[in-house]
């Protein structure tokens, strides 16, 4: 008999890791793990490299993805501290804030989302009954959505950062005791989430059978956890990360923000994220083009494997541009991609037109068109 679902267990780090200066006293087992590795011939992969994925989207259902390995301590703590209430944000579509109201919920906690609109929506005032994907599973787990105006990727953090505090001092009057979650879970807390995959990532061989791992950088927490674990085995590993949605310098000061308050006391002070992490930005703006979309779709038809539209579509395109034109940047051939998730943003009808119009998509038939029957 497994110990009651949700309840905070105690946590023991990796040996590499136990100098570090913020280390989790608890864990709550909410993943499906270990997630597995195993080959991935991508369309278009070129001559000499091998690619591999590691399923990060297969970490559950409705906690599918990469969030749910963080959020395991930063809602231990938040249970630890007695707190009633989760206050995060993101945007519409955001997958953390969807996998945040999902545990929350699970928990017994409440949750309450402030969501930022995309630039077409930026002047409405509440939410459409319309909406879909993740904002339709927040709402079904009773999630309170705040939104804001659209916000600009250079301020996105600061401004957030001053929503969710002026958020929790409100509920704090109201008797409350929040907790504040940073964007994407980026904090130290949140940091062993993938602390921790790294460890199961050895045991699994990436340290004999890679030379490179590529993610996609949002917020920059989950590159944080993978670089930071691998400097700190002394792994020859290089971690990239590509940045789908706001430029790489944006990203690294937030790495080096929660860098500083998680390494280890007398760690190289002059310790970076250019030291653990290859930022790289997007070779075209950050919009989703007809063609990304036909990759899209060519990539779920020939692998099964199905990408989502803000973070691994563009990380996996880009990935292939700097393989075919830049090759130098990564350490050997040997390239293992993180899948982490995404699939509910698919599920707001922006797919539609591409899947009616592909032969190898639009492939629903009527019977009658090939049996008679009476």
């Known amino acids: ?16 890791a136990k100098e570090l200066s913020v280390i ?33 989207d297969l970490t559950g259902s409705t906690l599918s993805g990469n969030k749910v390995r963080k959020l395991e301590f930063i809602f231990s703590e938040a249970l630890d501290q007695g707190c009633d209430t989760v206050i995060t ?63 600009a990727a250079e301020t996105r953090f600061k401004q957030m950062e001053e929503y969710m505090k002026a958020t929790s001092d409100r509920l704090i009057v109201k008797g409350h005791l929040p907790c504040i979650v940073e964007l994407g879970g980026a904090n130290p807390t ?39 674990a691998s400097y700190l085995t002394g792994s020859k590993l290089k971690v990239h990360a590509v940045c789908t949605k706001a430029p790489s310098t944006v990203v690294a000061t937030n790495i080096n923000k929660e860098l500083s308050k998680i390494k280890k006391e007398g760690m190289d002070n002059h310790l970076q ?13 950050t919009s989703i083009k007809k063609e990304d979309l036909d990759f899209l779709t060519q990539v779920s038809t020939k692998t099964g494997i199905i990408l989502d539209t803000t973070f691994t579509l563009k990380t996996v395109i ?16 040997r ?7 995404g699939l509910f943003g698919l599920c707001d009808g922006q797919l539609d037109p591409v899947l009616v119009q592909t ?13 008679d029957v009476v």
Request: glycine letters at 10%.
């Open 89 to 151: 944000g993101g945007g519409l579509q955001s997958n953390h804030t969807r996998a945040t109201a999902v545990v929350a919920k699970e928990l017994g906690l409440s949750s309450l989302n402030i969501l930022y609109l995309p630039p077409e929506k930026t002047h409405e005032s509440s939410l459409s009954s319309k909406e879909k994907g993740n904002l339709l599973l927040s709402c079904m787990v009773g999630a309170t959505s705040e939104t804001v105006p659209f916000l």
């Open 1 to 16: 008999m497994s110990s009651k679902y949700g309840a905070p267990q105690p946590y023991y780090p990796p040996d590499w």
């Open 359 to 371: 032969p190898d998509t639009n492939r629903i038939r009527s019977i009658h068109e090939f049996i």
């Open 273 to 285: 994220c250019s030291d653990i992490v290859d930022l790289i930005d997007l070779h075209t703006d």
């Open 190 to 228: 949140g940091a062993w989430g993938y602390i921790e995959a790294f460890q199961e990532m050895i045991d699994q061989g990436i340290l004999e059978n890679f030379d490179d791992i590529v993610m996609c950088a949002g917020t920059g927490g989950t590159a944080l956890g993978i670089g930071l």
């Open 24 to 56: 989790p006293k608890t864990r709550i087992k909410l993943a499906q793990l270990p997630t597995p590795i195993h080959s991935w011939s991508v369309p278009g992969l070129p001559d000499g490299f091998q690619l591999y994925i590691k399923r990060d």
């Open 335 to 341: 390239i293992l991609f993180m899948h982490t998730g």
């Open 318 to 333: 880009c990935m292939l541009h700097e393989m075919k034109y830049n090759p130098e940047r990564f350490r050997g051939q």
